[in-house]
């Protein structure tokens, strides 16, 4: 199970040598065997899973034509709606929310027979990067137990690192599947803005978030595009565009490619080992035909601050509508006013508290100017640098994150934990595709290669990236169990 991709269980399943039955198995073993350390898992469905394997094995001995990943365990990250299975946006102000209707990429991927074995933990409201925001507990990266797996998505990027299921989907908001794909030394991709339906998605920034794959490797991650990749008329902002086959683009053939390297995104901050990875990535994609120009992208000092007056300002009215009154947690008290305070007082962990009074005060009187209106002009002079810059290049290749993943407890103060996003916010103001892989180790955790790419071209950049994966020599192995040493191509 832990060292299966989508596309090998795929091809088992269909030559018989194991079932949709035997697979979900196996993820359940595993989850028993690993996750009391890990956390990856606000909620399991083994009841559930299992019924819909045993179904997928009757249809699949009668016959019948299944979906494209019939059998495939996977997990959800906590803020999709799942009808009848509570979702709770690891907030205890959602602790017993029990949604009456799925989330459209939930079914998608229920027609496409993919089978779900649990909700996953997150940041509460998506709103963090270690997972340590989580209003009941924090998720611990499997390749090292005493550090944090990324965030928001961390549950879900653990959950495939660990081998618990095949693959995953989480949100990303600023980063938050990407950064614990880096983490977790997994595939994690955040399309383009209004390709994958945000109907059912717990609102965090309505036009930042985006749903994305947190896979195994590129084959996976293009599957799974391929099932919830899809225009939804229930979401206003989901895009009338036409989808490929993913899967069609990954011939391996990057020459005559061009590729942008920005500057500023291997700046001060940055751990030179993470810019040595990164530069050896890139050296390979050139040997292998691709062109590769150092360019900049002036305004991306100011993404950081932009990013954290937009999303709040977007959070504070999203998260409004959780006062006790309709569903979710009620705090009773005397009077209607302080039965709203107590509630959200009690409700609302300290980081989700911090953003809506950060974004409440950036949209108030004599303030939204100032403020909100100045951080909407800077995310419009951010999208016109990556317009200039696509205009010559096919892609753009930076770090994902300026370092490792660290030890849980360490970044204390928030604005530091902020800057773990600095390389991956601008794709959200801009709305463009984004992907984080693999691209090496230091002290035997994971480094991650970010690749942007044009509106709608996930194709390119899936293409490089699995350009890349098949001739970087690169193994990331499963652990068995939360390790002392990892080991990337041999090396401890």
């Known amino acids: ?59 699949r001995s009668n016959g019948e034509e299944l979906g494209q990943l019939a059998g495939i365990p996977m997990a959800l990250k906590d803020n999709l709606c799942t009808k009848g299975i509570l979702t709770t946006c690891s907030s205890k102000i959602l602790h017993n929310f029990i949604p009456p209707y799925d989330a459209a990429v939930v079914e998608l991927l229920r027609d496409a027979g993919a089978i779900m074995a649990g909700k996953t933990n997150m940041d509460e409201f998506a709103m963090g990067s270690s997972t340590e925001n989580s209003g009941f507990f924090t998720t611990r990266n499997p390749w090292d137990t005493e550090r944090v797996p990324g965030g928001s998505s961390g549950g879900s990027a653990a959950s495939v690192a660990a081998g618990e299921v095949l693959f995953a989907l989480g949100s990303d908001t600023g980063g938050s599947i990407r950064q614990p794909a880096a983490f977790c030394g997994v595939v994690g991709l955040k399309p383009t803005y209004g390709r994958v339906s945000r109907y059912g998605l717990v609102a965090f920034a309505s036009s930042l978030d985006q749903i994305g794959p947190l896979t195994r490797d590129i084959r996976d991650c293009a599957l799974v595009m391929n099932i919830i990749a899809a225009q939804d008329i229930r979401d206003t902002t989901s895009a009338d565009i036409e989808t490929p086959d993913y899967t069609a683009c990954l011939d391996g053939n990057v020459k005559g490619m061009k590729i942008g390297v920005p500057r500023e995104y291997f700046a001060e901050g940055i751990d030179p080992r993470v810019k040595e990875s990164v ?48 569903y979710g947690l009620r705090v009773e008290a005397d009077n209607l006013i302080e039965m709203y305070r107590k509630t959200r007082s009690q409700g609302f962990g300290p980081e989700v508290k911090r953003r809506i009074m950060l974004g409440t005060y950036a949209l108030s009187s004599g303030y939204y100017d100032a403020y909100y209106l100045k951080a909407l002009k800077v995310r419009t002079l951010i999208k016109q640098d990556f317009g200039h810059a696509f205009s010559r290049y096919d892609v753009i290749i930076t770090p994902t994150t300026p370092g490792v993943a660290f030890p849980a407890g360490a970044v204390e103060d928030p604005l530091t934990m902020y800057m773990n996003d600095v390389c991956t916010i601008a794709a959200n103001l801009a709305g463009l595709p984004a992907l984080s892989m693999p691209c090496g180790s230091i002290d035997g955790l994971p480094v991650g290669l970010q690749l942007l790419g044009k509106p709608f071209a996930e194709s390119t950049v899936l293409r490089v990236a699995y350009a890349y994966e098949q001739n970087s020599g690169l193994e990331l192995k499963i652990p068995n169990t939360p390790p002392k040493e990892v080991r990337f191509n041999g090396q401890i």
């Not at 000092?301 to 977007?314: D, K, R």
């Open 1 to 59: 199970m832990k060292n299966l991709t989508v596309a090998k269980a795929l091809d088992m399943m269909q030559k018989k040598e194991i079932s949709a039955r035997e697979l979900i198995d196996a993820a359940f073993a595993r989850i028993d065997e690993i996750d009391g350390e890990v956390k990856a898992f606000m909620t399991l469905t083994h009841d559930k899973a299992v019924a819909a394997a045993s179904v997928i094995d009757a249809r």
């Open 279 to 326: 530069n050896k990535a890139i050296e390979l994609l050139v040997s292998m035909g691709a062109e590769a120009d150092e360019i900049s992208l002036p305004h991306t000092e100011y993404g950081i601050p932009a990013y954290y007056l937009i999303a709040p300002a977007e959070a504070s009215s999203n998260l409004a509508r959780y006062d006790g009154v309709q």
